[in-house]
């Protein structure tokens, strides 16, 4: 079993930035990725980063060149660096514990999720 709790969320301005914190407990090494993904009202949930053990990242070419994901293994703390925020970047950010794909399904471990809103 693999818990995640996503912290950090809240109200920002466009152009501003945030950093959302998601700490892992349980058998993480059990999963070979790390990823984030996010759910706006009325759409369907959507791959935003991911990172694997190894250090190797992808991003959703939305977001790319604006989110970092990182993780601090002496934590088990996965981070998602949000700057130049967009209004279209609101929504309910999750992490997730899985395999290496831009895909829910290949997710089987999911935190309940941190709600970021950027005001323009």
């Known amino acids: 079993q693999v818990q995640l709790v996503e912290s950090g969320g809240g109200l920002v301005q466009a152009g501003g930035s945030l950093r959302l914190s998601c700490a892992a407990s349980g058998r993480t090494f059990s999963r070979s990725t790390m990823g984030w993904f996010r759910q706006a009202p009325g759409k369907e949930r959507e791959f935003v980063g991911a990172i694997r053990l190894s250090g190797v990242t992808m991003y959703a070419d939305a977001v790319k060149g604006r989110f970092i994901v990182s993780v601090d293994n002496a934590k088990n703390t996965l981070f998602l660096q949000m700057n130049r925020l967009k209004p279209e970047d609101t929504a309910v950010y999750y992490c997730?514990?899985?395999?290496?794909?831009?895909?829910?399904?290949?997710?089987?471990?999911w935190g309940q999720g941190t709600q970021v809103t950027v005001s323009s």
């Open positions: 997730a514990a899985g395999g290496w794909a831009k895909t829910t399904y290949a997710y089987d471990y």
